[in-house]
Nanobody, 125 residues
Framework: QVQLVESGGGLVQAGGPLRLSCAASGRTLRRATMGWFRQAPGKEREFVAAIWWSDGNTYYQDSVKGRFTISKDNTKNTAYLQMNSLKAEDTAVYYC??????????????????WGQGTQVTVSS
């Protein structure tokens, strides 16, 4: 069993930064994929970014490339999502997700085994 605890959400002005954290406990993250997804009101959950724990490779949704950076701290079993140049359309509940495998397609939400509780990010324009 893996527990994911997210933190770092909040209210920020457009153009500002925000960093989300997702701490995983209950399992050694030697081979795993961690992803960030978001869901805005009235919209489906969408993929944002992912990182493969074994080699640090990353993958981003096109709309966040160049603005968001996903990273990890192996010593803390924590993944981060640094969000810069935030826009009003980035407003959503952000979820981290974990799967104990090197996923072939990290954008597939239904393939992740564990999910965090979500954290609200609100960007005011």
């Amino acid at each position: 069993q893996v527990q994911l605890v997210e933190s770092g959400g909040g209210l920020v002005q457009a153009g500002g930064p925000l960093r989300l954290s997702c701490a995983a406990s209950g399992r050694t993250l030697r081979r795993a994929t961690m992803g960030w997804f978001r869901q805005a009101p009235g919209k489906e959950r969408e993929f944002v970014a992912a990182i493969w724990w074994s080699d640090g490779n990353t993958y981003y949704q096109d709309s966040v490339k160049g603005r968001f950076t996903i990273s990890k701290d192996n010593t803390k079993n924590t993944a981060y999502l640094q969000m810069n140049s935030l826009k009003a359309e980035d407003t959503a509940v952000y979820y981290c997700a974990f799967d104990p495998s090197n996923m072939l397609d990290a954008a597939r939400a239904w393939e992740y085994e564990y999910w965090g509780q979500g954290t609200q990010v609100t960007v005011s324009s």
